[in-house]
Nanobody, 123 residues
Framework: EVQLVESGGGSVQAGGSLTLSCTAS????????LGWFRRDPEMRYWGVAS???????TRYADSVKGRFSIFLDTKNTLILQMNSVKPEDTALYYC?????????????????WGQGTQVTVSS
């Protein structure tokens, strides 16, 4: 069974940094569309960052451009580097994986999801 597991969430002060990681069991992230999402109180998922299956293309939500970075490291771990965080970045963060394709911030483009990790930014 494919399982995605996020880690690295926690509490941080505004202006600080946090690194989220996502690992997979029985599953390779290579050659897959990958993404990070936030879930709002209405249980809707909003795309934060995505990377294409080739790793050549990334997409970011306007609210995080220039502050967040998505990449896949050499150990098959999906990373979301969060810098200059703001209180409005507070949310449950989920990693997701899809079929080999381009970067996408739409949740319907993903088939596999993690359980989420909480990020809380204090002012």
């Amino acid at each position: 069974e494919v399982q995605l597991v996020e880690s690295g969430g926690g509490s941080v002060q505004a202006g600080g940094s946090l690194t989220l990681s996502c690992t997979a069991s029985e599953f390779s992230f290579r050659d897959r569309r990958l993404g990070w999402f936030r879930r709002d109180p209405e249980m809707r998922y909003w795309g934060v960052a995505s990377i294409s299956h080739t790793g050549e293309t990334t997409r970011y939500a306007d609210s995080v451009k220039g502050r967040f970075s998505i990449f896949l490291d050499t150990k098959n771990t999906l990373i979301l580097q969060m810098n200059s965080v703001k209180p409005e970045d507070t949310a449950l963060y989920y990693c997701a994986a899809g079929e080999p394709s381009g970067a996408s911030l739409s949740p319907v483009a993903y088939s596999w999801w993690g359980q989420g990790t909480q990020v809380t930014v204090s002012s």
